[in-house]
């Protein structure tokens, strides 16, 4: 598996995103863990999470714990793995999402994070998404406080524009180390983040790497150039979409969501295929 580089620890090009595996129409938690356990034999060492994937009131963190079983199962070969889970994005229970960027409720919720990850220190942790009731600075600087307490290892910041990113860097004292976008061939009004990650060095990670749940199965019909370049090289249109990312600069590093082992290991062989600049071109248009 080829490798990228997170805050200068060494990850796997390619990540797996836990939320499908938790939310409205998630497996049962056996095909969960296989789907992890495949991820780890592909060679991926990224896990995305977040307290916030879960589908019932009272299961907060339901996506952490499966994670963490799942590695305690896999024995050994799991020690490598950078477990990124993310805090202040919440979900009542009714299939709504709401937000809590309070300083004092973030230090509680990655507290909680590491006691479900079962780890003394979360390796990534990431602020979820702003909330517009409280000041950006002071959600960052719980962040900030929590890198000083040993907390968390490595702090990260999702669904940010430009500007938010330089704030929560100055705030983080130089220490932000990934941004957490949306980003697809559908979507592409992150592409100025991307690149603002590529200059500064810092980790870009596309969420909904392929569309999302829903718009995954459309993806070929309607990007029908991603179809003919994957007909060209001989590899699923999914390899494809994730290898195009991948070529966009060495700091992109997708994390699809996936439910089923055949999606991880089909998503994990995107670090191997090497797209020309023609291609990549036209797939960029």
Not at 3 to 21: D, E, F, K, N
Not at 101 to 106: A, I, M, Q, T, V
Not at 134 to 146: F, T
Not at 194 to 211: N, R, V
Request: hydrophobic share 40%.
């Amino acid at each position: 598996m080829q490798q990228r580089t997170i805050g200068g620890r060494s990850v796997s090009a390619i990540g797996l995103g836990g939320m499908p595996m938790s939310i409205e129409g998630r497996p049962d938690e056996e095909r969960s863990i296989a789907t992890i356990h495949a991820a780890l034999d592909a060679g991926v060492t990224l896990i995305d999470t977040a307290d916030a994937y879960h589908r019932d009131a009272n299961e907060v963190g339901h996506n952490e714990e499966l994670i963490a079983r799942a590695l305690r199962e896999y024995g050994d070969g799991s020690a490598d793995v950078l477990v990124a889970t993310k805090g202040g994005h919440l979900r009542p229970g009714d299939g709504t999402w709401t937000r809590n960027g309070d300083p004092e409720y973030l230090k509680g919720a990655a507290k909680e994070s590491a006691r479900r990850l079962d780890v003394d220190a979360i390796g990534l942790y990431q602020f979820h998404r702003p909330d517009p009731a409280v000041p950006y600075a002071d959600s960052i600087g719980a962040i900030r406080d929590l890198l000083d307490e040993g907390v968390i290892l490595m702090a990260g910041i999702s669904n940010a524009d430009v500007s938010q990113i330089d704030e929560a860097r100055e705030i983080l004292g130089g220490r932000l180390v990934s941004v957490q976008n949306q980003f697809s061939p559908a979507f592409r009004s992150s592409q100025g983040e991307l690149e603002h990650c590529a200059e500064l060095g810092i980790a870009f990670l596309p969420w909904s790497p392929l569309g999302g749940i829903a718009g995954a199965k459309d993806l070929a019909d309607r990007h029908g150039a991603f179809q003919e370049v994957a007909d060209e090289v001989g590899a699923s249109v999914y390899q494809v979409t994730l290898a195009w990312e991948l070529a966009l600069a060495p700091i992109v590093i997708p994390i699809p969501g996936v439910s089923r082992p055949e999606s991880i290991r089909d998503s994990a062989g995107a670090a191997d295929l090497v797209l020309t600049a023609d291609q990549v071109a036209r797939l960029s248009a």
